[in-house]
């Protein structure tokens, strides 16, 4: 896997993390409306983060496949 994708899924994770804590009031000294809100933000963020991220590697793999397709058909024609 390549250091991007790492990097996105943590970066999604710790997002994701700081929205769920925001949410459940362990930060201090911020008014409730304001928690919600934001934490409701940051754990929209991290999920459409990490949704980013798997369609790219889904993506990766198919254009993978069809390279390794058009190798061996072209492999398939051009031997003889």
Same mark, same amino acid.
């Given at each position: 896997m390549s250091p991007v994708i790492i990097i996105n899924i943590f970066t999604s994770l710790v997002v994701f993390i700081?929205? &769920?804590v925001m949410l459940l009031g362990l930060i201090p000294n911020i008014p409730m409306q304001s928690r919600?809100?934001?934490?409701i933000i940051f754990m929209s963020y991290?999920? &459409?983060r990490f949704i980013n991220v798997q369609t790219k590697i889904r993506v990766k793999k198919q254009n993978e496949m069809?390279?390794?397709m058009e190798k061996n058909t072209?492999? &398939?024609i051009h031997k003889k």
């Open positions: 700081v929205g &769920l919600v809100i934001f934490g991290g999920i &459409l069809r390279e390794k072209d492999d &398939l």
